[in-house]
């Protein structure tokens, strides 16, 4: 509450609690004591009354000082149970704190002034670091709320390692899946405890048949998805793979030949009528000829009836000695089939383009795509070409296939686990290949709707509240990511990008302006504690840039003459002058020194509000034990990242190969369970 005062000053001694007292004793006095005071007992008993009045609004006033002070020293401990989180149908709750007006910066002002050191000296310690006044200095705490209206125009939430962002994003999920959302949650590093929750709460609001786990990490559980199976334009399928590639110097000429060779083998594979994927490609562009062999058998019957006689004295009159050295290894079959289209005019883009890759001199071709082949090879090795090449006529295998289009349209909720401690350029590939897909879907949604069709256009056009969350947000940023932001809401996404700094966003992007783009689109920001000030000023140069605050200015004069007159040699004079001046609303520092689980938020138009994120009580039960052994893998991963360089050094040569035998071990136990639960 503000003071109707131009200072409110409550950085003091509780002075009112004297005055407290002696109202009290003077009532008592005159209660027990009427005759001394000359009183009757009537007008005894109502002066007792009055003068009891007048205590106890000063022991409330001497309460809102001594309370004042404890919460700038520690604040009470704020944790809710998932089940007591609200959930409103048109409200997103964000947590408990207050709007941050000029009121608070002139608290904050007088905080920091040195006369004030001693009310603040006895802080006691915290688990959650930081300075306590930031939040202190206002005690009427609310419940904060933001319209979701206002959430499909994104939020991006900034904090450094450890200071909240991930329960911030368990508040937020556990919100949309009580709604009833599509939920979407990219988790690159893996976190365990975010797991355990959308598990938990799937369960608890009755959705764990809406639940999918897609994990790079455990193959052996996860669902299976095809990054690049899905389309509205067939050139997507190159831009995703391209994507992942280099682009800046002499590498961008070679990404534009691996965009021309990936498009080339997309469109002869959708010709066929076969689903495009990361090992097919792979296969295609190791050797060609079997794809342009399988295209030229489907194709030229519809342009010439008795090709294949054709192409048979096409063979015979071959010379070997008149070949390019780089095609005498290659059949005589292919090279009488590229022979014939070329010597008969007949015009096919798709053939052309095959047969142009099939001419390439294969050392040549090798330089040209040596970027391209590693980055394939990791995405088709092990276990993990399973999940990410699908084999769709497989029927022992169990594990299910998704699309963003069916998760949308059933509603589901969906964890995805790239495993980036494990390795970082195959979760950065497929987390950013999952985000150009899902702005492709978004398109169509923008377009069609959820229950409509390209070809059925004039349906319904129905659409859901689609939660995304990304975690991590810089590991999964690509050129797309702008158009999603920038369509994604009329299509009913509703974005939440998590990261540690903005620096780590323009260095994955490689572009400045790009990085500016997609800043332009996130209307809401929520600034946890950051250590990067020009992080901090993400949040600062949004602020208005001053604001008046008061202060008492001592003021002292003496005046020393034998002409003052009245026997008076000197005249002195001491008051306290009320004087302004003006300081920044918020500085960076501010955000540097906030609290774990506290943070500044800018919602709704630029209204600042300082809020506390809820601690999690030890509410999540019944957690499947195959998803308690994956999420204990998942820890013990995570806390090997936070461990000192040297120490991981050291450690690795004596345990690497024990801590390997120890996963194995766990992964087959867990694969038991698995076996067992399906059985059952």
């Not at 202190?136 to 994104?154: F, K, P, S, T, Y």
């Not at 067939?234 to 965009?259: D, K, M, Y």
């Not at 950065?428 to 069609?448: H, N």
Request: contains cysteine; charged residues 25%; hydrophobic residues 40%.
């Amino acid at each position: 509450m503000k003071s109707r005062y131009p200072l409110e000053v409550k950085l003091r001694p509780a002075v009112e609690g004297w005055a407290a007292l002696g109202y009290g004793m003077a009532a008592f006095l005159v209660l027990e004591f009427p005759g001394y005071f000359l009183l009757t007992d009537g007008i005894s008993k109502l002066l007792a009354v009055g003068l009891s009045l007048l205590s106890i609004r000063q022991v409330a006033q001497a309460y809102k000082i001594i309370r004042y002070r404890r919460y700038l020293q520690r604040l009470p401990k704020y944790e809710l149970a998932s089940s007591r989180i609200p959930v409103n149908n048109q409200k997103l709750f964000l947590g408990k704190g207050f709007r941050w007006q000029a009121i608070h910066t002139q608290r904050l002002f007088e905080c920091r002034q040195p006369t004030a050191s001693k009310w603040l000296a006895h802080q006691h310690g915290s688990d959650v670091g930081g300075s306590s006044v930031l939040h202190g200095i206002e005690i009427n705490e609310q419940d904060v709320w933001m319209n979701l209206a206002e959430r499909v125009g994104h939020m991006l939430v900034l904090g450094t390692t450890r200071v909240g962002k991930t329960r911030f994003l368990e508040v937020m999920v556990t919100q949309d899946i009580a709604r009833g959302d599509v939920v979407i949650v990219f988790d690159p590093k893996g976190d365990a405890d975010l797991l355990r929750r959308i598990v938990f709460e799937a369960k608890r609001c009755e959705r764990e048949d809406d639940l999918l786990i897609f994990h790079l990490g455990f193959p052996q559980f996860s669902a299976r998805y095809n990054p690049i199976g899905q389309f509205a334009r067939i050139t997507e399928v190159a831009n995703r793979v391209a994507n992942q590639l280099p682009s800046s110097g002499e590498s961008a000429a070679f990404r534009e030949f691996a965009w021309r060779f990936v498009n080339i083998i997309t469109k002869a594979l959708v010709a066929l009528g076969r689903k495009p994927d990361y090992q097919q490609i792979q296969r295609y562009i190791l050797n060609v000829d079997h794809l342009l062999l399988d295209y030229c058998k489907s194709w030229l019957p519809t342009v010439d009836c008795n090709w294949e006689s054709a192409v048979a004295v096409v063979q015979e009159g071959i010379d070997e000695r008149s070949l390019p050295i780089h095609l005498k290894t290659r059949s005589r079959h292919l090279i009488a089939i590229v022979n014939y289209i070329q010597s008969s005019n007949f015009y096919d883009p798709i053939a052309d383009g095959l047969c142009s890759a099939f001419c390439y001199d294969k050392t040549y071709f090798d330089k040209i795509t040596a970027s391209l082949l590693p980055l394939l090879e990791k995405l088709t090795s092990g276990n993990i070409t399973e999940l990410l090449s699908p084999d769709y006529f497989d029927l022992n295998d169990e594990r299910p296939i998704f699309d963003w289009m069916q998760i949308i349209r059933g509603k589901k909720i969906v964890y995805v686990g790239l495993d980036a401690l494990s390795d970082g350029t195959v979760a950065a590939a497929v987390g950013s290949s999952m985000f150009s897909d899902l702005c492709s879907v978004a398109g169509q949604l923008y377009k069609f709707g959820v229950e409509s069709s390209a070809e059925n256009s004039r349906a319904d056009k129905t659409q859901y509240r689609i939660s995304v969350h990304g975690d991590e947000f810089n590991e999964l940023v690509n050129e797309d990511v702008t158009t999603l932001l920038n369509k994604g809401g009329g299509a009913g996404l509703q974005m939440s990008l998590y990261t540690q700094t903005w620096s780590d966003v323009e260095a994955k992007i490689g572009n400045a302006a790009k990085a500016g783009q997609i800043a332009g689109n996130l209307n809401t920001l929520v600034c946890l504690r950051v250590i990067e000030e020009r992080t901090a000023r993400f949040l600062t140069d949004k602020l208005p840039q001053k604001v008046p605050v008061q202060y008492l200015q001592p003021h002292s004069t003496v005046s020393d003459s034998h002409q003052l007159g009245d026997g008076a040699d000197f005249t002195s004079s001491n008051d306290d002058r009320l004087a302004s001046t003006e300081v920044p609303m918020l500085t960076s520092n501010d955000l540097l020194q906030l609290p774990k689980g506290q943070a500044f938020c800018l919602i709704e138009g630029g209204q600042l509000w300082k809020i506390r994120i809820p601690l999690p009580s030890d509410d999540m039960k019944f957690i499947p034990q195959m998803i308690e052994q994956m999420a204990r893998i998942m820890q013990q991963k995570y806390d090997d990242w936070l461990m000192d360089d040297e120490t991981i050094v050291e450690a690795q040569p004596i345990q690497e190969k024990s801590q390997k035998n120890k996963i194995n071990q766990i992964i087959k136990r867990i694969k038991k369970l698995y076996e067992y639960h399906i059985k059952k």
